[in-house]
């Protein structure tokens, strides 16, 4: 058996153990092996570039963070994915990818060793500063909360076993389809290139178009990888409900999120009490991923989280099988404080609410 | 997207007119003009320093001229990027061995020849699943005796087997015209007889333009001779009048 061969077989034995091993384990490894799944795709894109054309991009996740995103904006903005249409979205995702990578690939392939690194650096950059600035879009730093996995196919994804099966189906076939890419004719032209350029040039190749046309491809299994990426996981509405028998309410959500931001103060200390001057300060610092969303606290420790606007419909929600009458969130205003949009000098100075300053007599 | 001009209905494969490089106060090539039919072998000698490599780079389109044209059979050619001009039957080796160390020889010889087809762009199937240029490959190797080695990675071979390689990837190119920069470079006498020999069984149809200081190779492949000094043809003319010519020897020995 050759080394090639040998490698091949110890990769798809690993993999199978993988398939197999996983489901059986916790809802932890379950979800944290799906996400490894998912960002390995983007890790073999890469390689392509990096690898096999020896191109170093420092902004490849700007792809993954297009594929997420347009992901969690149609489920959440424009209720589009959450069906068989999922499909289309992964399409959508990697030809979004692939328009970024043709677009960034004109002014980055303008350059090549260190530069191309810094250019493509910069352009990453400039896809998370819109990501993290275009707060009506993205959600800026708290992102959007997704909160249901779609039905692919009539596959129910929000079982995580069966959400894990299809980001391993997806990363095996890329993993295929890679294998048979970096054989093939413009494959192994992309090895030649990263060996010598010149003499490429000198071969008949037109290097820059297939370096372009690298970055392209791997920009839209970057788009690819942020797709699976993006659907998180709502498993606390299951199991309290399977346990408990009823849904969570505003108290059992505060009672746990209470009981999670002290677990986690404890987790700091090591299980050892520091004291309650120590103790308030180190959960006023906390920024914790509630159930109820992103929260933190301000400088004057009252809650800095997400006010959700909802509406009463009867639908299937967090991926039970009969429509029922569920709170759904219709709009989300991320991270407001207890000042929001008020500037927090002008509204100290005004007098407590009574029935002589009514809260909105002001109200722009 | 392939141009194949064989037939040149009597035009040169390969023709410079008044072909000149200045590199900011260097003038490194000034009007040089030739003219190259198909079949012909012939050398550009001179001194070091003589403008005879940045005149190859002019030809092959690593540099771009600051004057004059570069045609190929009748064709204006001097804006064509490297890769077209590959295209239409240019081929070149390099003084300093151009070849891909870390691949095997027949990786090499198979990179070079799907240069010149549009399958280079075929992403779907394995290049070893192309049957005619594996033969093709092979074909190549077993004239040039490096059949044997072919699975051997080209850093391990020795300086004299990788300078016929970088020849045998020339041709891989199939080429109309080949231009050999210094194909003898660091080779043995003995090496050299043997790259005379190698050059001298090469397909008559495929014009040869060589660099080259060895007079072994010189006087046995080479049928005219130009001789650059400062970057100007001062000379040019049969090999036997070349090689008796006062001129040319007061170039080489430093009285020109």
Known sequence: MTSVQSKVVAVVAVLAAVAVVVPHTGSFVILLTTRALAFSILVMSVDILLGFTGLASMGQAAYLGIGAYLTAILATRYHFGLGDDFWLVIVLAMLCGAVLAAFFGLFAMRASGVYFLMITLALGQCVWGLAYRWNSLTGGDNGINLSQRPRFFGIDLANEVTFFYLVFAIFAASLLVMYVFVRSPFGRSLVGIRERELRMKILGYNTWLHKYIAFIIAGAFGGLSGVLWAPANEAVVKSYRSKYGKVPSYFSESNYTTAMMIDDVMKQTGGKWPGAEAFIAKMAALHVDAPRGPLSFDDMRNVVQNVYIKKVEKTKLFGYDKPELWDVVIKTYPNVSQFWTYGKDAFLKQPVYSRDFPPCKFCE | ?256
């Open chain 2, 1 to 256: 997207m392939s141009e194949q001009p064989r037939t040149g209905g009597g035009q040169p494969v390969l023709e410079l007119r008044g072909l000149s490089k200045t590199f900011g106060g260097l003038r490194a090539v000034r009007g040089v003009s030739l003219a190259i039919m198909p079949g012909d072998r012939k050398a550009i000698i001179g001194p070091n320093g003589a403008g005879k490599t940045t005149l190859f780079n002019l030809i092959s389109g690593i540099f771009p001229a600051s004057s004059g044209q570069v045609l190929m059979y009748g064709r204006d050619v001097t804006s064509w990027p490297s890769h077209r001009r590959t295209a239409f039957g240019m081929a070149r080796t390099f003084q300093v061995t151009s070849l891909f160390p870390k691949l095997t020889v027949l990786d090499n010889v198979l990179l070079a020849i799907k240069g010149r087809r549009t399958s280079k762009f075929v992403m779907w199937r394995p290049l070893s699943t192309y049957r005619d240029v594996y033969d093709k490959a092979r074909h190549l190797l077993h004239g040039a005796a490096f059949l044997d080695r072919a699975n051997t990675e080209v850093r391990y071979l020795s300086h004299g087997e990788q300078r016929q390689l970088e020849i045998v990837v020339g041709l891989a190119s199939d080429p109309d015209i080949l231009l050999l920069d210094e194909p003898a470079a660091g080779l043995s006498s003995g090496e050299s007889a043997e790259m005379a020999r190698f050059l001298q069984k090469l397909d008559r149809r495929t014009a040869l333009l060589l660099i080259e200081h060895d007079m072994d190779i010189l006087f046995d492949v080479a049928s005219d001779i130009a001789v650059l000094h400062f970057g100007e043809v001062v000379e040019s003319g049969p090999a036997e009048r070349i090689r008796s010519s006062t001129k040319v020897q007061e170039i080489y020995l430093g009285t020109g």
